[in-house]
């Protein structure tokens, strides 16, 4: 008997030792199993985020110039900084004299033209001490034709028959037109991993607290599945925006938000005078479900509507305000872009540069106002912190809906047409403006008239 007790001794030694020097990936795999639940981190419950445009934010360009306006960004309300990506840019095949954020050349440096590391570092600090989150825009269907991996890993791309690596294609085999750029191959595995440990670089040497995913949609679903558990081990409370519209990727707990692309063409399309504000309606029945977790993210501008379309002011017009207190307030992340808060009615450079600016910030208190209202009232938090819309005065015209969660109503009521509109209400609307002050008042029957494009935030 006393023989068996030793070897059970010395069996369950080795195992505990065993069990010690597992290897770190090992290890790793053990954490994942421990993770949290995917679901959107809490301290973005009630977030907004503001999209950075470093080259052309100041006349320097530069990670210390920008830092300036983070105290002012703070008192604005400002919860995450969405930095464009700030990458070293390729030189080959560039476009503009400048060349695209999206052409990148090295995932573990940054554009020495917006300054150092150290500086980036420094911005990401002060963003911290402030209480705001910063994410990175990363580009992972694409490279610059510099990148490290062009020289180090041609296999790392896709090829032609020939052999020579290509841009990237769309769905019918023809070029998307992305010279500048190219495509990897995500059937390489070694890429799939070093794309993943240059992410991980970011969270574990610098403790930025997220990403925006560029293009999202063109990179297959599988990385994503894999990738995100990998990250979230490093630091589960990670926030995941991806520019896609694919409900799989919230579905499967990929991101916890897409872009409402549908949506917003659609209030281009009201804003021009070719639908009307009704159309929204479709929107929120037939397409919003389909994403059945998560998130979309809701804006009235970013850089490709603005370089591309036209900024929020030339594709709105006098809708650009009416506009903004919608995708503010309705369900979902809004979203500021640079430059929105002077405001800036043009159109930046993409590959020049170009300037905002900024002089009298006419727009901060709309904003501030608009963020703080957020902050406060649990019925507009984020997905299922926030609580649900409840459409009401259904009109073609008027679009207007409550949001009600743990004793917190909010009424929004915008006429989103270039007409006065007349409405009789069919409820009891009472509460306090948030713009005005004033107390609003409208029992059943009474006429709720509002000018052109004019809107009503009541609490």
């Not at 639940?37 to 100041?58: D, H």
């Not at 990670?63 to 306006?69: I, V």
Request: contains cysteine.
């Amino acid at each position: 008997m006393l023989n068996i007790g030793k070897y059970i001794i010395i069996i369950i030694l080795c195992s505990l030792y065993f069990l010690s020097c597992k290897s770190p990936s090992e290890n790793k795999d053990m954490e994942q199993k421990e993770i949290t639940p995917f679901g959107l981190p809490e301290w973005a419950k009630s977030a907004n985020i503001y999209e950075v445009n470093m080259r052309q934010y100041t006349p320097e360009g530069t990670f210390n110039a920008f830092k300036t306006h983070l105290p002012r960004l703070k008192g604005m309300g400002v919860d995450i900084l969405w930095f464009m990506p700030i990458f070293p840019i390729s030189e080959t095949k560039k476009k503009g004299s400048l060349g695209s954020y999206y052409a990148v050349s090295d995932f573990r440096h940054t554009n020495p033209k917006f300054g150092t590391m150290d500086d980036f570092k420094s911005v990401i600090s002060e963003a911290h001490k402030l209480g705001m989150k910063v994410i990175l825009d990363w580009v992972p269907n694409h490279t610059g034709w510099n990148h490290v991996w062009i020289k180090n890993h041609p296999d790392y791309y896709t090829k032609d028959s020939l052999g020579n690596i290509i841009d990237p294609l769309n769905e019918h085999g023809e070029s998307m037109g992305w010279a500048d750029v190219a495509d990897l191959n995500y059937d390489n595995k070694a890429m799939r991993q070093e794309m993943t440990q240059d992410m991980l670089y970011w969270i574990n040497e610098h403790g930025i607290d997220g990403f925006r995913y560029d293009m999202a949609m063109l990179v297959p679903l599988d990385f994503w599945k894999e990738t995100m558990p990998a990250l979230r081990a490093a630091r589960p409370d990670l926030f995941f925006l991806a520019e896609s519209e694919v409900h799989d990727h919230v579905n499967q707990d990929c991101f916890h938000s897409i872009y409402a692309w549908s949506l917003h063409h659609t209030l281009n399309d009201i804003a021009k005078g070719k639908k009307h504000a009704s159309t929204i309606d479709a929107w929120m029945t037939h397409d919003k479900p389909k994403a059945s977790k998560g998130s979309y993210l809701m804006f009235t501008s970013n850089h490709d509507e603005n370089s591309w379309s036209g900024s929020e002011i030339e594709r709105m017009g006098e809708a650009h305000k009416a506009f903004a207190v919608l995708v503010n307030t309705i369900d979902g992340i809004s979203l500021t872009y640079s430059g929105q808060e002077e405001p800036m009615p043009k159109r930046l450079e993409f590959f020049e540069k170009d300037d905002i600016g900024f002089k009298d910030y006419a727009y901060a208190d709309f904003y501030k106002v608009l963020n703080t209202l957020k902050h406060e009232n649990p019925a507009l938090w984020n997905g299922d912190y926030g609580g649900p819309m409840l459409r009401i005065l259904n009109d073609d015209n008027i679009y207007a809906f409550t949001r009600e969660k743990d004793g917190h109503k909010i009424t929004v009521i915008l006429n989103l047409s270039k007409q006065k509109q007349v409405k009789k209400s069919d409820i009891v609307i009472e509460g306090t403006d948030i713009f005005s002050g004033k107390h609003i008042k409208y029992m059943p029957g009474n006429d709720i008239s509002l000018g052109p494009w004019e809107f009503l935030v009541i609490k």
